[in-house]
């Protein structure tokens, strides 16, 4: 992995993200940190030529998206035009809000919508992923709903955005799940996990937590992985100074030059 190849996932700065002036502010402080891309999430409304232009004169990658679920599966044809001004070839389905996993047939019929609406974006050379969380993990059978999501799709139309944290929170094994995603695993959400004074799960700064880095990024460069993207979704701190932590911990530790 090259220092180049981390993202800052705009998620985790959202309260900072409300307004055009806000947003244009925030990406200044995230190229500061010394970020080259991001991943667009959660920014509050801008135009997409307003939003282009800030990241051209900042020199900043807009590598990955998440967009509305809905849209991605409904509309994709208006989410491909949006990235065509982003300049941005992979975008994301962010989580599955409003769908039934209650049998298993719920879950390949969402499969069937992924797929579909993955071949639409492909044949425009856009890549669909899917962002997981921790209910993916839950079983029907001897088989999880994250497997039963890529083993009912085709891989050329929906590949994956595998988010560490929630892999190890649903009982995952992010480093075999990586391994497991090989040449489908575009992207990767670098996310680190830790056990707080209450004894309950916390997100943690990279390598602040428990996961193992240096694994998790062997396995995913094994795999093909093209985008770190560094995400936090509730901070202890400054997001800005997490975000910070988060740069320097993967530049020092984790990179190669």
């Known amino acids: ?13 959202r309260e900072f993200m409300k307004t055009p002036p806000e947003i244009e502010a925030s990406l200044k402080k995230v190229k500061a940190i010394g970020y080259q891309a991001v991943q667009l999430s959660a920014l509050g409304p801008i135009p997409e030529k307003d939003l282009a232009k800030i990241l051209s004169d900042l020199e900043l990658t807009c590598c990955v998206t998440h967009e509305p679920g809905e849209k991605l599966l409904n509309e994709p044809e208006k989410i491909i035009e949006r990235l065509s001004i982003l300049n941005c070839k992979i975008t994301g389905y962010p989580h599955p809000s409003g769908v039934s996993f209650n049998t298993l047939d719920d879950v390949k019929q969402f499969a069937r919508k992924l797929n579909q609406a993955g071949k639409v974006f492909r044949k425009a ?8 969380h921790h209910i993916e993990f839950r079983r029907f059978g001897d088989k999880t709903i994250l497997e039963i999501l890529y083993e009912e799709t085709d891989p050329e139309n929906l590949q994956g955005l595998l988010d560490t944290y929630w892999a190890q929170y649903g009982g995952g094994d992010p480093v075999a799940w990586c391994r497991k995603m090989k040449n489908r695993l575009p992207a990767i959400h670098l996310k680190d996990y830790v056990i707080n ?33 560094v995400e936090q979704d509730i901070c202890r701190r400054d997001p800005f100074e997490s975000m910070k932590m988060s740069f320097n911990y993967i530049k020092e530790n984790l990179t190669c030059i």
Do not use: R
């Open 1 to 13: 992995m090259k220092i180049e190849q981390v993202a800052a996932q705009l998620y985790t700065l």
């Open 125 to 132: 050379g856009v890549t669909l992923v899917y962002h997981n």
């Open 197 to 229: 004074e209450e004894n309950k799960p916390e997100f943690a700064e990279i390598g602040q937590g428990n996961l193992d880095w240096k694994s998790i990024i062997k396995a995913a460069e094994d795999s093909g992985c093209l985008w770190y993207c």
